[in-house]
């Protein structure tokens, strides 16, 4: 690691190849440590690396470092799907930029589909950030504008994040920034109050003097705003020759302050220009790129898959090209090139003398303990490696996922007349940590073995509820007459989308029609709750009653059958 360090310090390029499994997030808590005004932009190739990796560091990292590690989610929807993503996403991504805007040395994880999408411009948060203090004249009515302007969804009760209500005299928000959501007292136009409260119960938690507040959505949506974007949709529809009937819904829709799902794929029109999260980088920042193939078949197959969606939707998302939204692998790397750069294992490093660091899986671990001899207990064949990791002097580390499995190690190793000591030492040291793998680094003198390379990958006791149905993707999955299965409700009749207002807060609702006529309004966003009804024959499926009891007992007889399937089966 040191000579990584040294060789980091005078390259502008530097390619690191033999990184295994968590000995990555050990070298980026290196690098953290050591350049503690620099920010990290790490690229993997997918998310679910992005989060291997974040766990890892979480173990490694120094607990005055723990603070600047993020992740950078990617969407959790496509374009051109006429869906949106979860609110919470796009509002994670800007308080990240709005950390990089205040000069924050942060290390940023993001999957490569997170850094090919577009993003606003640094002006844009700028001038929707504001940090609001205690005695401050605010006027509630334009500091709600402002909010509303900026994203934020106005409420009954608040209880997310990006959500915010006005009740005379008292404003309650939840800005990103803040990890409970605030209450301000006005006393007129004087913020008299400032208190976090407990999104559960309203309760307070506790006085403070001043709160940041960010944009929750990547465009404004403020009246002016909506006008200049409804006039830029009409002009784009009319040069492609789309029809009025399809155009008008959504131009009216934006004027009324409707985002209506799918609104984020038209976020270009908002704004004069679009930015990447390397224009949101200063010069001084290192971008490393994690397995650099992978990443570039992951962007190769999301920009495909874009595309498509983009020549075979109908929906008016089609007046933004897939450019306009994402940028490609080649752009990545033309960006990247701008700053210090870094590659583990990958293509890049060919263009440069590669350090080639030997570090060791512990694949061979499983099969060494299952081969141990008749007479013996398993774990011997590992006591035996331990003892000669220990006469060479080299750390040996043990992570558990839970407290009850570190115990059971410690008690198994103590018969073998070994210790696991809970902090480092001469001992070997156990942590209760979450990491992807272990490793063994000779040149750092070091083994890290994970509870799951002894005793096998654990499987989740957890129990998660299958549904007879097929889950959905994109709107255009839908027909009007379609059977569908809600998980609490069961099976009803697609009748379509429709827009309507309850409680003054319009939104768009999918109908469902049950028996006896009964009709579900299900919002968009619930669309986790349904799929299409998966059945045999070719016969239409007799429909359940809102408020029914079939449905529940049919799921009781799935559930007892599971059960006395499953204990059939630990008879044999």
């Not at 850094?115 to 203090?133: D, F, H, N």
């Amino acid at each position: 690691l040191t000579d990584i360090i040294k060789e980091y310090d005078t390259a502008k390029h530097l390619g690191i190849m033999g990184l295994y499994g968590s000995s990555k997030g050990l070298l980026l808590a290196r690098l953290a440590r050591q350049y503690v005004n620099q920010s990290f932009l790490v690229i993997t190739p997918t998310e679910t690396n992005a989060n291997e990796l974040i766990n890892d560091c979480n173990v490694f990292f120094h607990p005055n470092d723990a603070h600047r590690l993020n992740l950078f989610p990617e969407s959790s929807t496509l374009p051109y799907s006429r869906l949106s993503p979860d609110s919470w996403e796009w509002a994670e991504r800007i308080k990240i930029l709005y950390k990089l805007l205040q000069n924050e040395p942060v290390v940023i994880i993001a999957p490569i589909a997170a850094v090919m999408r577009r993003l606003p411009p640094k002006k844009y948060i700028e001038m929707g950030s504001r940090i609001i203090r205690l005695k401050e004249i605010v006027d509630p009515a334009i500091l709600s504008s402002h909010l509303t302007s900026y994203g934020y969804e106005d409420v009954s009760i608040v209880e997310d994040e990006g959500t915010f209500t006005r009740r005379g005299g008292i404003v309650d928000l939840w800005p990103p920034t803040s990890e409970n959501p605030v209450r301000l007292e006005f006393d007129g136009d004087t913020i008299a109050s400032m208190r976090f409260f407990d999104p559960a119960n309203q309760r307070s938690k506790g006085e403070t003097h001043e709160v940041t507040i960010i944009p929750v959505r990547d465009f404004p949506f403020g009246i002016e705003e909506r006008k200049i974007v409804a006039q830029k949709i009409r002009a784009r529809a009319e040069d492609m020759d789309i029809s009025a009937r399809d155009w008008r819904a959504i131009t009216e829709a934006v004027n009324e302050g409707i985002a209506f799902s799918g609104i984020e794929t038209l976020m270009p029109l908002f704004h004069d220009d679009t930015a990447t999260i390397f224009d949101y980088l200063k010069s001084n920042a290192s971008i490393i790129i994690d397995e650099s193939i992978d990443a570039d078949q992951s962007a190769t197959t999301l920009l495909k898959s874009v595309t498509t969606l983009f020549a075979e939707t109908k929906s008016l998302e089609r007046i933004i090209k897939p450019e306009e939204i994402l940028i490609s692998w080649d752009e990545v790397n033309s960006l990247t090139s701008k700053f210090k750069q870094m590659w583990w294992n990958g293509s890049g490093i060919l263009q440069y003398a590669p350090t080639i660091v030997q570090i060791e899986s512990n694949i061979d671990l499983k099969p060494l303990i299952e081969g141990h001899k008749k007479n013996e207990d398993m774990l011997a064949p590992l006591v035996g490696k331990i003892r000669q990791w220990q006469k060479k002097s080299w750390r040996v580390v043990f992570t558990c996922h839970t407290e009850l499995q570190a115990e059971r190690l410690i008690d198994l190793f103590k018969w073998h007349g070994v210790t696991l000591a809970r902090f480092e030492g001469t001992h070997p040291h156990i942590r209760i940590a979450k990491l992807s793998s272990g490793f063994r680094w000779p040149a750092e003198n070091l083994v890290v073995i994970t509870d799951e390379e002894i005793f096998g990958t654990k499987v989740s006791k957890k129990t998660v509820a299958t549904k007879p149905l097929e889950p959905f993707t994109s709107f255009a999955e839908l027909a009007e007459g379609d059977f569908l299965v809600h998980e609490k409700h069961g099976i009803g009749r697609y009748l379509g989308l429709v827009h309507m207002a309850i409680a003054d807060k319009a939104n768009d609702y999918l109908l469902i029609e049950y028996l006896g006529g009964d009709k579900l309004y299900l919002p968009v966003y619930r669309l986790n709750l349904i799929g299409r009804f998966i059945g045999s024959g070719d016969g239409a499926p007799i429909l359940d009653r809102l408020g029914g009891t079939r449905w529940l007992q049919t799921q009781q007889k799935v559930n007892t059958a599971i059960r006395i399937m499953a204990k059939e089966l630990l008879q044999i």
